[in-house]
């Protein structure tokens, strides 16, 4: 029985670790997860380094949600971002030059207002879970730029020269939608790497929190292009979705807002159907290696630092 | 996005690799002086990387607060596959695409994706939608259910288990009379009570297979539950705001049924509000997850122990996993 499995499993790595903390200390900082700076070839990666990695995602999205919430960054609230379990020596955050309180958006929809109130404070938990889960391997926040990235990324998309998410609803829903369906295809990527059950489990919960914001940030998205049908809300989410999809090499991973025709229960495709879910002709949401969610962050084809991470991300998996 | 392998395979696959499955372990001296082999099959269990890489996981996450060692008994040899969890899957992707294509449509599955011998549906109808978008949105969340269910039944293959019987009238009667909401509800009346009908399920599916998650043991089968469960969690979202926007009459309704899902299903709710939209534990933000004999409670809207069937499965779900903990 699978839930006996899981539970032999999860005696087993009991009495493995507790032999391995036995060890001399020398040995076991050997095994130990974060004191190599090296880069690690994919064969070697842990469910450290993909916590790790996750981690790095999730603050940037706290990041840009705190920021729009509130105008303060995560540290200003008290959430740790150093190495290990140190509160500071973590990276900075580049916003634009009027300065983090001018990032609070200043919001007209008040349900608007309450999602980014929401979002904000489940990507701070997210972060302070995966922190406390790594513990001492945890990495610190790294260089963050929440604004030539999102110049550069409309320019790519070809939504204009300049985009400030951080100015109206509608600019932090689709600030938003550049983040959420990414983690989900990171989580859903990363899932079947992760070895130890709990962290499967938590990662799938994660996966699932990150779909809910995507499916509350595209509905909130799609019922304003719907009412405001000449402000081209729905087609500049197809256009991220198709640099997201150029940057990590498939071309065809990613769906905007949209309509599609649907055959339902027949045998013609005669029903409109909306796109509010990002997934493939199975409706099996995307899933993404870290090399491909590396290509979007970073705004590369081929995966040079940059973009939302300037100098890269954190740890092993970079 | 890879297809899952037909029935076969997958247990060809499970033999194969996975011989700790197909190992009836009653011993706990057993277990632990085979405790070298075992480490080494569960790094290989989902094609999993091997080396001293992952010991080393196994030790630094070991001592993480993600890692909760497991104090319950060992349960009996019952050995639940894949197969298994993913014909319990099937009986519930059978009830959503059911109701998402009667609302839409007015009528469900064709025989083609229901399999030989399906049971009846009793209840529903086409949903008075009053404009375009509204239609939109149900027409997507229908083929998208009913996607699944073919996507199960084709990676099933002859092990695809055939649709129950399903009721969709007086089990939303019984469940609103349950959670207070009145002697009746009709999900079907309007496109706002339909919202209130899909809010029934949508959680519950993701929190099922979130639990599912962690048991199957093949890693292209995760991926594919991994997916479809972040499929359900757009859907959840999606039908959550678009409550919030239908106002809180409708808001009352999807809280109460919310408060007996919790009853039912061991808790795991979050209660729906502006700043609430996502159902998640409220110290990590991360979903629910839920055991079969929870999702079977509120799908069989029972609390009794050992219960088969009821609520909207009158004949109870098809396949191995069709009863609540005794």
């Known amino acids: 029985m ?70 303060q960054t995560i540290d200003q609230i008290g959430i740790g971002i150093g190495p290990g379990t140190s509160a500071t020596g973590g990276g900075t955050v580049i916003v634009k030059p009027s300065g983090a309180a001018s990032c609070k958006v200043p919001f007209t929809i008040p349900a608007v207002a309450s999602y980014a109130s929401e979002i904000a404070s489940e990507e701070q938990k997210h972060v302070n879970f995966l922190r406390g889960a790594l513990g001492a391997s945890a990495v610190a926040m790294p260089n963050i730029d929440l604004y030539n990235s999102f110049n550069a990324a409309a320019a790519a998309a070809g939504i204009g020269p300049a985009f400030d998410p951080f100015s109206s609803d509608v ?53 304003l292009d719907q009412a405001n049908p000449g402000d081209g809300i729905a087609a500049t989410t197809i256009k991220i979705s198709n ?69 890269g991300l954190n740890g092993n998996i970079s | ?47 999993f990387l091997v080396g001293a890489g992952s010991a080393a ?83 997507e969340i229908a083929q998208d259910e009913l996607n699944h269910v073919r996507f199960l039944r084709s990676a099933l293959g002859s092990a695809a288990v055939s649709a129950p019987a399903i009721d969709l009238e007086n089990s939303f009667n019984a469940a609103a009379s349950a959670a207070g909401i009145g002697s009746s509800f009709n999900p079907f009346a309007s496109f706002d009570a339909f919202l209130v009908g899909a809010f029934v399920f949508e959680d519950v599916g993701v929190t099922a297979y979130h639990g599912a998650a962690t048991l199957l043991t093949s890693s292209t089968n995760l991926g594919a539950a991994a997916g479809i469960m972040a499929v359900e969690a757009y859907h959840a979202a999606e039908i959550r705001t678009l409550i919030l926007q239908a106002g809180s009459t409708y808001v009352g309704y999807a809280n109460q049924i919310s408060a007996l899902r919790a009853t039912l299903g061991g808790g795991n709710e979050t209660s729906l509000s502006l700043t609430s939209v996502v159902a998640c534990d409220p110290t990590n933000a991360i979903a629910y997850a839920r055991t079969t004999s929870e999702v079977l409670s509120i799908v069989y809207a029972t609390s009794v122990g050992g219960a088969t069937s009821g609520g909207f499965f009158p004949a109870g779900l098809n396949g191995n996993i069709n009863s609540t903990t005794p």
């Not at chain 1, 499967?200 to 809910?212: M, Q, T």
């Not at chain 1, 309509?259 to 199975?282: E, K, R």
């Not at chain 2, 690799?17 to 057993?30: F, K, M, S, Y």
């Open chain 2, 57 to 139: 996981a196994l030790a630094a996450v070991g001592c993480s607060k993600t890692f909760q060692p497991a104090t319950t008994p060992l349960a009996p040899t019952t050995t639940l596959t894949d197969v298994d969890y993913l014909n319990f899957a099937l009986n519930l992707e059978y009830l959503e695409a059911s109701y998402y294509l009667i609302a839409a449509t007015g009528s469900g599955l064709e025989a083609a994706d229901a399999g030989n011998g399906a049971g009846t549906v009793t209840g529903g109808a086409m949903v008075p939608f009053t404009s375009k978008i509204q239609q939109e949105y149900a027409y």
């Open chain 1, 171 to 223: 600019a932090f829903l689709l600030g938003s939608y550049i983040f959420e369906d990414v983690g989900v295809t990171a989580y859903h990527g990363a899932a079947g790497l992760l070895t130890v059950s709990a962290n499967l489990g938590a990662a799938a919960g994660i996966l699932a929190v990150e779909a809910y914001h995507a499916g509350l940030i595209r509905t909130v998205l799609w019922g």
């Open chain 2, 1 to 47: 996005m890879a297809v899952l392998q037909r029935t076969p395979d997958v247990t060809e696959q499970a033999v194969q690799t996975d011989g700790l499955l197909r190992i009836p372990i009653t011993e706990r001296g057993t277990l632990v002086r085979n405790v070298d082999e075992l480490i080494r099959r569960a790094l290989t269990r989902r094609n």
């Open chain 1, 243 to 311: 640099l997201r999809a150029a940057l990590d090499g498939t071309n065809n991973d990613d769906i905007g807002l949209a309509t599609a025709q649907v055959s339902l229960n027949t045998s013609t495709a005669n029903f409109t159907a909306s796109t509010i879910v990002n997934a493939d002709a199975n409706t099996i949401a995307f899933s993404r290696t870290t090399q491909q969610v590396l290509n979007i962050v970073y705004a590369s084809p081929s995966g040079a630092k940059g973009g939302f991470f300037p100098s």
């Open chain 1, 2 to 71: 699978a839930t006996t499995e899981t539970q032999i499993l999860d005696e087993v790595i009991v009495s493995s670790r507790r032999r391995l903390m036995m060890m001399s200390g020398t040995a076991l900082a050997g095994l130990m997860l974060g004191n190599s700076t090296k880069a690690k070839a994919e064969a070697t990666l842990t469910d450290a380094d993909y916590l790790n990695f996750a981690l790095n995602l999730e603050y940037l999205e706290a990041q840009f949600y705190t920021l729009a919430n509130s105008g």
